[in-house]
């Protein structure tokens, strides 16, 4: 028999004494200030290399509706779509997202609409802001597929393959299909959005595209990543939440795409 590894992380980085008001500093809030100090550092090298036509203020006015969209339409997006009954029943841990119970389908959405503000603020071009966007995230959502994983949360399928978990209150091994996420949402979205910025004019030629694209690549890899992840809701026509949702996102990129081939745009944030 294989002896399986055993997952007993903490999700805690530091616990507070009992009787304060947070339990803790835990790996999930971890995360977050990790992936935003990543983005903010890749916005400073693409300044320092003369990429973008913003200015410092509007740069850091983007982190923080990024930041903004994110919390918030990721926190509403996973009570609304995932479990909902439950949060009705419990409304105060609607605002508690730093124990986990985060929706990516929803923090496209918040993004989006944080976007869709500053983009109207300052003129700017809604689309080249978006493909800025997409470049700035992949490492957010890497540390926040970790975050999943120390967390014990959104387990794989029972499988018996040699890398199998045996995670808390789970007497079967899983995929790990935290790490799998990681490594397909995260990481081949940070290398696909880099080659495609230092590489190729695509974001200064068709605005948009890059988003597009992006779209669909993490649309079909969230819908192949799932079937080694154990459903956390009800079934949606025989397949996962996440599944579901992702078709539709797909879709988006790839009306998108088809989009931007037909306009160049005008204040456009990436240097022509």
């Known amino acids: ?11 805690f980085v530091v616990r507070f004494p009992s009787g304060c008001f947070l339990e803790g500093i835990r790996w999930y809030g971890c995360a977050y200030f990790l992936g ?16 973008l036509t913003l200015s410092p203020e509007q740069q850091q006015e983007l982190l923080f509706y990024l930041l903004l969209g994110v919390l918030v339409g990721g926190r509403l997006g996973y009570v609304l779509l995932y479990d909902f009954p439950y949060y009705l029943r419990h409304p105060q841990q609607i ?16 993004v989006y609409v944080a976007l869709l503000g500053l983009s109207r603020k300052y003129k700017l071009c809604l689309y080249s802001l978006a493909d800025l966007v997409v ?7 890497f540390f926040g597929r970790l975050a ?7 387990v794989g399928r ?3 393959v040699p890398w199998a978990v045996l995670f808390p209150n789970n007497p079967f091994p899983r995929h790990p ?3 799998y996420e990681a490594l397909g949402e995260g990481i081949g979205l940070f290398i696909w959005t880099q080659v495609s910025i230092w590489k190729t004019r695509c974001v200064q030629t068709f605005p948009g595209k890059l988003t597009g694209a992006i779209l669909v690549y993490y649309g079909f890899v969230r819908i192949l990543l799932e079937c080694f992840r154990e459903p956390d809701a ?13 078709i539709f996102l797909a879709l988006a990129g790839i009306l998108l795409v088809r989009h931007a081939h037909k306009r160049t745009g005008t204040h456009n944030v990436f240097k022509l």
């Open 1 to 11: 028999m294989l002896a399986y590894w055993v997952h007993q992380l903490d999700p």
């Open 36 to 51: 935003f100090w990543v983005a903010w550092f890749t916005l400073s090298i693409y300044t320092h290399h003369r990429l």
């Open 95 to 110: 605002i508690a997202f730093w124990k986990g119970g985060m929706s990516s389908h929803g923090g496209f959405v918040g």
């Open 135 to 141: 470049c700035l995230v992949p490492m957010g959502i």
């Open 148 to 154: 999943n994983f120390v967390n014990a949360e959104t």
């Open 158 to 160: 029972i499988t018996d």
């Open 177 to 179: 299909s935290q790490l």
């Open 234 to 246: 009800a079934l949606i026509l025989g397949i996962s939440r996440g599944q579901f949702y992702s």
